[in-house]
T-cell receptor, first 110, second 119 residues
Framework: LAKTTQPISMDSYEGQEVNITCSHN???????ITWYQQFPSQGPRFIIQ???TKVTNEVASLFIPADRKSSTLSLPRVSLSDTAVYYC???????????FGTGTRLKVLA | GAVVSQHPSRVICKSGTSVKIECRSL??????MFWYRQFPKQSLMLMAT?????????EQGVEKDKFLINHASLTLSTLTVTSAHPEDSSFYIC???????????????FGEGSRLTVL
């Protein structure tokens, strides 16, 4: 099971772009990288998923370098409501037994 | 997208009683569901893998007689905390995958969580 490492916490201001990097040095060939967002007292919510290069959706972008040993979640123009814990998970079909790392506690300030 | 629902969202019980938490996949069939617990300010910790029609697989250090898991149908898994004590107070979260959700990328869908408080 691929282990992930993220910064424990980050602070940002409203309107700024936030980049959260996750290290996953032992990612397997079939593994996808998935990011989740969790608010207090709620279950994690899917943000974005990718395999390589760049993926973008309506809320975030995910950058994955060629060696896939890390990934960066980019949140454009954050708002106060983006204050949450962000987890990156690495896994693939047949391997849904995810081990959560520490996650990154993002605090957006006014 | 796929929806996973938990019930109850909050439960308070007396020490020594048992509490059942339900996890349902609302619009898909889930052969496998996962149960996590989360203490305040901490990450999710995987407790067990719930397999439809067979015994659950527990993670090391998780007491199977304490946390009973039943996955009797393709849309329902239950976690029963038996003889609950204050140290069992936690946030319990289930998740499931949708085996028919397009490309099988390993995406999991999580329930809203259930907060257990044992007095």
């Amino acid at each position: 099971l691929a282990k992930t490492t993220q910064p424990i916490s980050m602070d940002s201001y409203e309107g700024q772009e936030v980049n959260i990097t996750c290290s996953h040095n032992n990612i397997a060939t079939n593994d996808y990288i998935t990011w989740y967002q969790q608010f207090p007292s709620q279950g994690p919510r899917f943000i974005i998923q990718g395999y390589k290069t760049k993926v973008t959706n309506e809320v975030a972008s995910l950058f994955i370098p060629a060696d896939r040993k890390s990934s960066t979640l980019s949140l454009p123009r954050v708002s106060l409501s983006d204050t949450a814990v962000y987890y990156c998970l690495v896994g693939s079909s047949g391997t849904y037994k995810y081990i959560f790392g520490t996650g990154t506690r993002l605090k957006v300030l006014a | 997208g796929a929806v996973v629902s938990q019930h109850p969202s909050r439960v308070i019980c007396k020490s020594g009683t048992s509490v059942k938490i339900e996890c349902r996949s609302l619009d898909f069939q889930a052969t496998t569901m996962f149960w996590y617990r989360q203490f305040p300010k901490q990450s999710l910790m995987l407790m067990a893998t719930s397999n439809e029609g067979s015994k659950a697989t527990y993670e090391q250090g998780v007491e199977k007689d304490k946390f009973l898991i039943n996955h009797a149908s393709l849309t329902l898994s239950t976690l029963t905390v038996t003889s609950a004590h204050p140290e069992d107070s936690s946030f319990y979260i289930c998740s499931a995958r949708d085996p028919l959700a397009g490309v099988d990328t390993g995406e999991l869908f999580f329930g809203e969580g259930s907060r257990l408080t044992v007095l």
